[in-house]
């Protein structure tokens, strides 16, 4: 985590590729897509995250003596190469959809313009980095939903699949709408709040549960979380509590943020009843924070049984994404420079029809509902394509042709998704910090329909083709298939 050098995370075919064209004399400028084709978890969308660990990446992409020597023992690649590589940068082009965007299956989420020996070689670690951070954001997004507007904590480092990942993951967790984490190196990283309560092993290592809750609260007045399921959540950790509470508050010591924690048990029942004890001993701004492998499925029917719980940690099913744990990225080859400076479309083709790639050299615009604010549809189109919103704009479905929606001009607005990030090899982007981020994400979810956040059978937001890339498609796929 602490090294900026990540040039030989990748795979090794990326390397005897690079390796292939540098022989073969192949310094065509390309283009390629990073995107996804299916919404984790069977939703309605996702969240874009981890661009700014790809700008780091590519801004430290170089060769090293010691990376030269490891490839050379490996015997497959040859001494003109490897000299190439010493003097190895990144020089292309790179166009990303900004971190916290909503977003959907089979757009350019990273778009990459670059000699194809540089194209190539960025693949593995581009997508390394989106999918994970995406995949988590995703997964924060669809938990903080279900906990409507209630606190949720990301606290999964332990849980998680190592360090890296405990650490971008909990950034992600913090982008998809998670108040905070416990994981004290990524506050210190990223400059988010760090929040935590006590253990277990607090109250044990003590002689009493009352005198293990005083301490604290002596300790940490204005953090004050009470775990209480120690040994007898309502007959010895609520009354423990409220009697700490009501010494503090009688010896005049201000509680800030108080409350108490539960980690097992009949949750729902037992913060009802928490609820009610607090209240009658006159601590109605007592918090009531939950955690026992929660996620959104449980939190959703926690509050539907009417919990009251108004504060959530949600640890190794967020951190995991336990029920989906991978977000399925790809990158494949769209274009490639002509002599004349235009872009020869490509394909991959596929007996599955989702998996037949879009050519080109390709922008996303997103449409909105100019009445509701709402996404209506998001819009793949080849780059120059001009619109005009007052005009009238058909949307057809790309996979299923039949499904077509003709907006009236002067009825939505449009914006163009995929912003510049690196020019010729330069940096141009400032990436927000994190809890901006997290800001933006809060705005970008409140475009979607509820219809779209809903777990069950969410509805689709249409990711449709302009006419020209949908006609540059057909010709393509007739071409193949000996139809002209």
Known sequence: MDTSNLTLLTDLYELTMMQGYFKTGSQETVVFDAFYRCNPSNGGYAICAGLEQIMDYIKGLHFTEGDIAYLRSLGIFEEDFLAYLKDFRFSGDIYAIPEGTVIFPREPLVKVIAPIMEAQLVETAILNILNHQSLIATKAARVCYAAQGDSVMEFGLRRAQGPDAGVYGA?????????????????????????????????MSFADEYTAFKTYAILYPSACILLVDTYDTLASGIPNAIRVFTEMREKGIPLGFYGIRMDSGDLAYLSKVARKMLDEAGFSDAVISASNDLDEYLIENLKAQGAKITSWGVGTNLITSKDCPAFGGVYKLAAIEGEDGSFLPKIKLSENSEKVTNPGNKTVYRIYGKASGKIRADYICLVGETFDPEEDLLLINPLETWKKTRLKGGTYTMRELLVPIFCKGECVYQSPKVMDIQKYCNAEKETLWNETKRFANPHEVYVDLSDKLFDMKRKILNEYSGLH
Request: charged content about 10%.
């Open 171 to 203: 950034r992600a967790a913090v982008i998809g709408g998670c108040c905070g984490t416990s994981n004290v190196l990524c506050g210190q990283m990223f400059d988010i709040p760090v929040k935590g309560t006590h253990a277990h092993s607090w109250i």
